[in-house]
């Protein structure tokens, strides 16, 4: 006798057990602790830095090739992307997972102080900032129409308020909305 022809013969034993299943799940995945704003690590760290008028081409050549050899020696990197545009340069610095992130951060500003005489001297000082996701949203709704600014402005506020009221929902903030004087 196969297994499907036993639980064909059996059908209220598997239909049970099924049900008391779907019982269990549904109590584990109350009793499952939840956070409103977990705290996530993500490792990640950007630095920036800026140069009035500097080229893209010049910004990899003076700012970003530097800035990446002294990264590339710090232990735990994962990966290096860098972007050099009219102005300035980035470099993302991505770690591997579990690093602790008080060292990474500090390893990357020893390494930006230790580039930074090696850049022009009319680079801005290096910003090093870790990302944070609670910083971005999670959800932009965008408004947009052949209506009055104030019309928009409160279908908006509407919409927030409207986008609030779910309980599991912290915070919805309205953008682009000017003063009224």
């Known amino acids: 006798m196969s ?80 972007t050099s545009y009219l102005g300035g340069g980035n470099v993302i610095i991505e770690f591997e997972a579990g690093f602790n992130p008080d060292t990474a951060i500090n390893d990357v500003r020893e390494k930006v102080d230790l580039v930074r005489p090696d850049l022009p001297d009319d680079t801005d000082y290096p910003t090093v900032n870790e990302v944070n996701p609670s910083l971005f949203p999670i959800l932009v709704v965008t408004l947009s129409g052949d209506l009055p600014e104030r019309t928009l402005i409160g279908l908006a506020r509407e919409l927030r308020d409207s986008i609030e009221a779910i309980s599991e929902v912290l915070e919805a903030k309205v953008g682009g909305d000017r003063d009224e004087l």
Request: no cysteine.
């Open 3 to 82: 297994l499907i022809e036993v639980g064909l013969n059996r059908s209220r034993t598997v239909l049970a057990t099924l049900l008391l299943l779907l019982i269990a799940g549904a109590f584990s995945f109350d009793a499952i602790p939840k956070e409103a704003q977990p705290d996530v690590n993500i490792p990640i760290i950007y630095v920036s830095m800026h140069h009035e008028g500097i080229s893209p081409e010049d910004s990899e050549r003076l700012l970003i090739r530097p800035m990446e050899a002294k990264m590339r020696s710090i232990e735990g990197v994962k990966e290096l992307r860098a």
